[in-house]
């Protein structure tokens, strides 16, 4: 057995209603000040009524910075570090998608009293090094797993995204309350959903440090993704249902943090820089054409992920006959959930396509993950597989 390192956030809690607990968790970090990281969108739905009332009856004083949009920018996280040390805060609390956990990533690093490094200075990995502030995520959406990954993403420019790796940026506590999630859209819920089933089907077939530890939480992931995004999409306030995604992304995102995701990734990011596509949409509009692509030196590992996945609709045969059937049970799902299917559909001209490629190629820090090498005239051709 090969040797492997397997690192997470340390405190996992999952029970509806939990974010009633969240002043306990500040006293516990011995925080009395927090920054609570989140967008407007959040605020507006109401859900941080779930959590302030508690944090100020309990004498945690916490200020709200709701600024963060999607693919957030450098602006944004430098604002919010202003807010953080302008009100002296001694925690930080994620809570919201991807985005707000990411930017709160970064602001625990860089509002500490004692960081002497600039947001610029993190960009790469193993850059960040701490100390930090107490850092406690709480995802709204099931799917980028982003409180246990030691992973944010960095919008830099009009097109481009840099990303902060380090061990410093994994969380202390990681709260999963699928209340918050009872009111989330059909397609947002969808296309999350869809993105956390990318972490673990990359991260089963990550040709570095996969291991036995991130192949079973990618295995068991793909269990409750596959089972109940259906249920999540068309029935929203089922409960049972959006707990289990949430538990689904958070073992994704623990597989993935450790064997690293690759080629669909890689693909996605341009998507969403130069168009805006949100970034689960991003993965699955290219996710079957990777596979295909990836099939000659992957189609055993998919054979063995594609009765988890499929579930009843599973039929034995030999590993190309079963990978391909996986790709297309994929394709017929993110039909299912209401998805698009086709670049097209999002506005991507063909005529762009070439400088989707392009873009692509600078993510090697991704591609070097993939179990098939990818050339740019290999990313073409499955952008336009795609379109």
Same mark, same amino acid.
């Given at each position: 057995?090969?040797?492997?390192?397997?690192?997470?956030?340390?405190?996992?809690?999952?029970?509806?209603?939990?974010?009633?607990?969240?002043?306990?968790?500040?006293?516990?970090?011995?925080?009395?000040?927090?920054? *609570?990281?989140? =967008?407007?969108?959040?605020?507006? &739905?109401? @859900?941080?009524?779930?959590?302030? %009332?508690?944090?100020? +009856? /309990?004498?945690?004083?916490?200020?709200?910075?709701?600024?963060?949009?999607?693919?957030?920018?450098?602006?944004?996280?430098?604002?919010?570090?202003?807010?953080?040390?302008?009100?002296?805060?001694?925690?930080?609390?994620?809570?919201?998608?991807?985005?707000?956990?990411?930017?709160?990533?970064?602001?625990?690093?860089?509002?500490?009293?004692?960081?002497?490094?600039?947001?610029?200075?993190?960009?790469?990995?193993?850059?960040?090094?701490?100390?930090?502030?107490?850092?406690?995520?709480?995802?709204?959406?099931?799917?980028?797993?982003?409180?246990?990954?030691?992973?944010?993403?960095?919008?830099?420019?009009?097109?481009?995204?840099?990303?902060?790796?380090?061990?410093? *940026?994994?969380? =202390?506590?990681?709260?999963?309350? &699928?209340? @918050?999630?009872?009111?989330?859209? %059909?397609?947002?819920? +969808? /296309?999350?959903?869809?993105?956390?089933?990318?972490?673990?089907?990359?991260?089963?077939?990550?040709?570095?440090?996969?291991?036995?530890?991130?192949?079973?939480?990618?295995?068991?992931?793909?269990?409750?993704?596959?089972?109940?995004?259906?249920?999540?999409?068309?029935?929203?306030?089922?409960?049972?249902?959006?707990?289990?995604?949430?538990?689904?992304?958070?073992?994704?995102?623990?597989?993935?943090?450790?064997?690293?995701?690759?080629?669909?990734?890689?693909?996605?990011?341009?998507?969403?820089?130069?168009?805006?596509?949100?970034?689960?949409?991003?993965?699955?509009?290219?996710?079957?054409?990777?596979?295909?692509?990836?099939?000659?030196?992957?189609?055993?590992?998919?054979?063995?992920?594609?009765?988890?996945?499929?579930?009843?609709?599973?039929?034995?045969?030999?590993?190309?006959?079963?990978?391909?059937?996986?790709?297309?049970?994929?394709?017929?799902?993110?039909?299912?959930?209401?998805?698009?299917?086709?670049?097209?559909?999002?506005?991507?001209?063909?005529?762009?396509?070439?400088?989707?490629?392009?873009?692509?190629?600078?993510?090697?820090?991704?591609?070097?993950?993939?179990?098939?090498?990818?050339?740019?005239?290999?990313?073409?051709?499955?952008?336009?597989?795609?379109?």
């Amino acid at each position: 057995m090969q040797a492997f390192t397997f690192s997470t956030t340390r405190t996992l809690i999952h029970e509806p209603g939990s974010v009633a607990r969240l002043a306990e968790l500040c006293q516990q970090q011995g925080a009395d000040r927090a920054l *609570l990281v989140t =967008d407007a969108g959040i605020r507006k &739905a109401g @859900l941080l009524q779930r959590a302030l %009332p508690g944090l100020e +009856a /309990a004498g945690i004083n916490a200020t709200v910075f709701d600024q963060v949009e999607a693919d957030p920018a450098d602006s944004t996280i430098l604002a919010a570090v202003a807010a953080a040390r302008q009100h002296n805060a001694g925690a930080v609390i994620g809570f919201g998608g991807g985005s707000s956990m990411d930017v709160a990533k970064l602001v625990a690093i860089l509002s500490h009293p004692h960081c002497n490094q600039t947001l610029e200075d993190l960009y790469g990995v193993g850059n960040a090094r701490g100390p930090r502030l107490p850092l406690m995520q709480i995802p709204t959406t099931a799917g980028t797993g982003s409180e246990v990954t030691p992973i944010a993403i960095v919008t830099t420019g009009k097109t481009t995204k840099a990303g902060v790796v380090s061990p410093v *940026l994994q969380p =202390d506590i990681a709260l999963l309350d &699928a209340e @918050l999630t009872l009111g989330l859209p %059909p397609q947002v819920t +969808a /296309a999350t959903g869809i993105d956390a089933m990318v972490h673990a089907i990359e991260a089963y077939t990550s040709v570095h440090r996969k291991n036995p530890y991130s192949d079973m939480l990618a295995r068991e992931s793909l269990g409750l993704l596959a089972g109940n995004i259906l249920t999540a999409v068309r029935l929203g306030t089922d409960i049972e249902a959006r707990s289990r995604m949430l538990l689904g992304a958070l073992l994704a995102g623990q597989a993935f943090a450790n064997a690293p995701v690759a080629a669909v990734h890689a693909l996605a990011y341009p998507l969403g820089g130069h168009f805006h596509i949100p970034h689960g949409l991003s993965n699955s509009l290219v996710l079957p054409h990777v596979m295909r692509f990836n099939a000659p030196s992957a189609r055993a590992l998919y054979a063995e992920l594609a009765p988890l996945i499929m579930g009843d609709d599973f039929t034995p045969g030999s590993d190309a006959e079963v990978s391909e059937r996986l790709i297309r049970w994929l394709e017929r799902l993110i039909e299912r959930v209401g998805l698009p299917r086709r670049l097209r559909d999002c506005e991507v001209p063909e005529d762009f396509l070439g400088q989707l490629a392009a873009d692509a190629m600078q993510q090697q820090r991704l591609l070097v993950n993939n179990p098939r090498e990818v050339t740019e005239q290999d990313a073409l051709a499955i952008y336009q597989a795609a379109w």
